[in-house]
Structures are given as C-alpha cells and as structure tokens.
C-alpha cells in the first residue's frame, strides 16, 4: 500500500489521477520476495578514492535497523546504488560522515537535491566532524536557485528538512534501536616534527544494535582509539590499500613527478591508510568476529587479487574475512 502525497504545494493544484499513474511508473520500486532482516549493512559503493573507478562506486554504506535507514559516507552516486538495493531517497532517516573528503561526500548535494524535489517532509539528520555543518550550509547556499524555482508553478518552495549534529571524540548517539559510539581516528594525522595542528578530523563509527555491533571505520591509519572501539564487535568494516601498488601506479602515470612530492605522498598514504596486515592487526586486537573489507586501492577487479589479499590478512587474523563488492549485504 503507497500513500501518494502531491508534489506541488499550493492550492487548487491537485495531481491529475494519470500523471500519478506515470509518476509510479517512473520510479524504480523493488519488491522482495522473502522479508529482508531487520538489520544490515550494506556496501553500496567500494572503490578507493579519490580517482573514479569503473568497477566500483565510490566510498558509501547504508545500515539498515528495523524500519529505519541510514547512510554511512556517501560518495559520488550513491542516489543509484541505493536504488539499486531497493531504497528510495526519501526513505533515509540520517547520514553519518566520517571525514569531508569528497569521495566519502560526493553524493551528498544529491541526496539533499533530490529530497527537496520530491518534497520530503521528515528531517534529515546529518552527523559528522567538525566542519559537517559548513559543509551542508554551503550545499543547501548552492541550492537556493532551484528550491525557490521549484516546479515553476504557484506554491511555497521546495524545503531541505535538514539538520546538522558535529560530534568528536567518544561521542554517544541514541537513535531508535541503535546506539552509536564515536572515536576519531589518526586519517589527519600531522607529522609529529611539523608542529602544526590538525586541519580536520575523521571519525570512526561503532553501531550497536539490538543483536549486533558493527564498526565502520572510514579511512584511518593504524588507530589504537579504532582498536578500543572496535573492541569484540561483530562485524568490523574497514578500509584497506596496497600503497607499494598505489605508488608504482603514480610513477607509471607520472614519471616525472619531483621526488619531494612522491615522498609527500608516500608518507601520506602510509601514515593515513591501512597495509592488508595492519587491518588484520587492527582486527585481531580488537578481537572481532567477521571483517568486511572496502575502500580498497588499488581496485580489485578478480578473484584470484581478492584472494592473495585474503591471505594476506589471514596471516594474522583467524576470523571470517570478506572482501566486499558493491551492494554486499551484511
């Protein structure tokens, strides 16, 4: 059963009974045959950023708790993987972000867009580090044109429904059936001889459920504040990059790229992001049960790479070990 609620405000506008018809038939609606579990989380994108990848979707995640939805980053496209796991846009009650790195945050003018133009009514809540609210300020500044235009018809403007919680460090969100735990992690983590302070923050997630808890950990380098938060969860998913592939592939692309750069960014990579044995220590410390691993560089286009990095973790950590693809299911 559908309750069609008329897109256009004002009145004396009502919808005609066959434009509603096209408008259903316009919207992509999948219908499951057996009734889905009452929690999950899903990849729907997980691709390593920051380059687009034509395998995978950029970084995104939805968790699915009872009747509610909620987005884990939300990289560029991921209005068409939700509808591709069988989601409407409207149907999302909040977004987490664990940093404002675009391709953890690409998709978030969309999600923002779109709901306005469907005319949803119910808040989104919006969480993540400092600079979240700057952040969705500007995208809803950006949007100020096509609200106001709307359908060009006589009626009040399009609404955003939009509010923004920032969190930090050992932060606690209580949500229906859902407890979130906050820590931030070292993926702004500034050389110790700079002397300079941290430009940003990027937070972890821990999402306690009713019969589970699962750590999302975003990008991170080794972290012992991910480890303490991850501490015998069920389900760890985690970030994962082979930086001697990475690197070898920059000096492919650009041969020429001054050494003081390389060095720059080889130190970036290894200080801010996770060797398939740090995420096994990472696991194994933590005393997880199942590790999911996303947001992997270079991407994985086999089986047979999925497996060598399988082994890899393997080594140092006995648990369940996935490799996941885009619109895994957990």
């Given at each position: 059963?559908?309750?069609?609620?008329?897109?256009?405000?004002g009145?004396?506008?009502?919808v005609h009974k066959?434009f509603?018809?096209?408008?259903?038939?316009?919207i992509s609606?999948?219908?499951?045959?057996?009734?889905?579990?009452?929690?999950?989380?899903i990849t729907?994108g997980?691709?390593g950023g920051p380059?687009?990848?034509?395998?995978r979707s950029q970084?995104?995640?939805?968790?699915v708790?009872?009747?509610?939805?909620?987005?884990?980053?939300?990289?560029?496209?991921?209005?068409?993987?939700?509808?591709?796991a069988g989601?409407?846009l409207?149907?999302?009650?909040?977004?987490f972000i664990?940093?404002?790195?675009?391709?953890h945050t690409?998709?978030?003018?969309?999600v923002?867009?779109l709901?306005a133009?469907?005319n949803t009514?119910?808040?989104l809540e919006?969480y993540?580090?400092?600079?979240t609210r700057t952040?969705?300020?500007?995208?809803?500044?950006?949007m100020d044109p096509?609200?106001?235009a709307?359908?060009?018809?006589?009626g009040?403007?399009?609404?955003?429904?939009?509010?923004?919680?920032e969190?930090?460090?050992?932060?606690?969100?209580e949500?229906?059936?859902?407890?979130?735990?906050?820590?931030?992690?070292?993926h702004f983590l500034i050389?110790e001889?700079s002397?300079?302070?941290?430009k940003a923050k990027s937070?972890s997630?821990r999402?306690d459920?009713?019969?589970?808890?699962i750590?999302?950990?975003?990008d991170?380098?080794p972290?012992?504040a991910v480890?303490?938060l991850?501490?015998d969860a069920?389900?760890l998913?985690?970030?994962?990059?082979?930086?001697?592939?990475v690197?070898?592939?920059?000096?492919?692309?650009?041969p020429n790229?001054?050494?003081?750069?390389?060095d720059?960014l080889?130190?970036?990579?290894r200080?801010?992001?996770?060797?398939?044995?740090?995420v096994a220590e990472?696991a194994?410390?933590?005393?997880v049960?199942?590790?999911?691993v996303?947001?992997?560089?270079?991407?994985?286009?086999?089986?047979?790479m999925?497996g060598?990095y399988?082994?890899e973790?393997?080594r140092t950590?006995?648990g369940q070990?996935?490799?996941?693809?885009?619109l895994d299911?957990?």
């Open positions: 059963m559908f309750q069609i609620t008329s897109i256009f405000g009145e004396g506008h009502k066959v509603v018809i096209a408008l259903l038939l316009s609606i999948t219908v499951c045959a057996e009734e889905a579990p009452q929690n999950r989380f729907l997980t691709a380059v687009a990848s034509a395998e970084p995104a995640n939805a968790l708790v009872n009747e509610n939805l909620y987005l884990v980053d939300a990289g560029d496209g991921v209005a068409g993987q939700l509808s591709k989601f409407l409207q149907d999302v009650d909040g977004l664990s940093h404002n790195h675009f391709d690409g998709g978030v003018l969309a923002l867009g709901r133009q469907v009514t119910n808040t919006v993540g580090p400092p600079g952040f969705i300020d500007g995208l809803l500044k950006s096509a609200m106001k709307a359908y060009g018809m006589p009040p403007p399009w609404q955003a429904n939009i509010e923004v919680i969190l930090s460090h050992g932060a606690t969100v949500l229906e059936g859902l407890v979130v735990m906050v820590a931030e992690n070292s050389p001889d002397d300079l302070p941290e937070l997630f999402f459920l009713e019969n589970r808890s750590v999302y950990t975003g991170t380098g972290s012992e480890v303490e991850a501490k069920d389900l998913v985690i970030e994962m990059m082979d930086i001697d592939a690197l070898a592939g920059v000096r492919n692309v650009f790229i001054p050494q003081h750069q390389f720059g080889e130190w970036h990579l200080a801010h992001h996770l060797l398939p044995q740090q990472i194994a410390n933590a005393g049960s199942q590790v999911v996303t947001h992997m560089a270079p991407s994985i286009t086999d089986d047979e999925a060598h399988k082994d973790i393997t950590f006995d070990i996935v490799i996941a693809n885009d299911s957990f």
